[in-house]
């Protein structure tokens, strides 16, 4: 194969500098990998590195410093048949440490070049991550207070099953990368270079230097036998395709006249398990019965099963562009937790508005007509009471309707629960039907 290289954008880099050499290596590794060109993406970020995508004739990606990888893996996942090669300095390598510990621990079938030159280049000459603490940069003594990351441990460590450690001034580099690209998971190769622009003007950093640094540290020559494992997109297909199929989406077709042809804005307030969620999700559903549009947001707090739970549902004949409440129609208030998070809500609500809330909840002042449901007297456990006051409001023809409210709990509930509801249902109209006649 000839050539990837762009004639029309040839590389630039400072006279002396590493990456040029980096970049006729590559090429040469390209031109002995088949379909090359078309089957190869180059993916960078920032910094004198980041000029690799321009320099090839193949697909590229550039990207936010330090970030590449996660592009890489999204490539490579959705393309697997793509060689996915990252062009990487030791500036991104600092800035998106967690995302080189992830690619490690996935092991997905990527290379990625680490341009090891020992400080920023690009801006100014800045101490990086793994520039020595004896250096001298631009950033005066910051870098003697840092111990300097030895980027092929940090790998080893984190489970990548290819480590190879190499001079970028040395013959052997077109080997090298050819060894990581052909390997199937992730591949990390640290290439050692000069950065004369700005390092090497403070520092003496040589071939020979370079040389003599490396034959001091631990050797890596490629596989890691003991990280080595299944590649991760491999991995995750034959999982994938071992699960069964996903349930069809649900569809609520249009069965019922809702009782009013308008938004309605509604509020369900309460605290965790008291299943406030579901209780605004079998509202959407009923209402859905009803071909109205709707929408639904949840707050609750980080515990999960402490503190408030507060489901804000829009309703409208029309599409919701806007999610947000600014006046409720209706609010269902099955404890006081939720009613603290939403107190405001309360005074805003016009005289033509519905509060349905438990007898022994404390309303703050509103305008808004009051229904207060004994839950305690009707035997109402406290995970029931948001279904319960849903009931309420469809039997009080606000919003839904009992046949509404049915359809959205056999469409919710597995047929065992569903019964359980629909007793729930038929206990609060007979309650009710019993607070009509007093």
Known sequence: MSSLLNTARPPVFCPGCTHEQIVIALDRALQQL?????????????????????????????????????????????RPELHVIVTMGDGGLGIGGAHIQSACRKNADLTLLVLNNFNFGMTGGQHSATTPSEAATTSGFLNSLESPLDICRLAEAAGAPFVLRCSGLEKGLVDNLIKAIDYDGFAVVDIWGVCPGRYTRKNKFGPGEIREKLEALPVYTGAIKENERQEYGQNYRQKAASLPEPPPLLVVDKKYNPPQWQKEQILILGSAGQRIVT?????????????????????????????????????????????????????????????????????????????????????????????????KAWKIAGR?????????????????????LKTAIAKRFPEGLAEQALELVSSVMAGMGERSAE
């Open 279 to 375: 209780a605004g999700e079998l509202l959407c559903l009923a209402a859905m019965s009803g071909g109205l549009m709707v929408t639904q947001k949840n707050d609750y707090d980080i515990t999960v099963l402490k503190g408030p739970s507060v489901s804000e549902i829009i309703v409208w004949p029309g599409e919701v562009g806007y999610t947000g409440i600014d006046a409720a129609d209706v609010v269902v208030v099955i404890s006081d937790e939720g009613v603290r998070r939403r107190r405001g809500a309360f005074a805003a609500m016009s005289d033509q508005a519905l509060i349905i809330a438990a007898a022994d909840a404390t309303l703050p002042e509103s305008p808004a007509e009051v229904i207060k449901v004994d839950f």
């Open 384 to 404: 029931d009471r948001a279904l319960a006051a849903l009931a309420v409001l469809a039997v009080s023809n606000r919003v839904i309707n009992i046949p509404m």
């Open 34 to 78: 088949p379909g090359a060109g078309d089957k190869t993406v180059i993916v960078s970020d920032i910094g004198c590195s980041g000029l690799f995508d321009v320099f090839f004739h193949t697909h590229a990606f550039h990207g936010l410093h330090g970030r590449a990888l996660t592009y890489a893996l999204g490539l490579k996942m959705a």
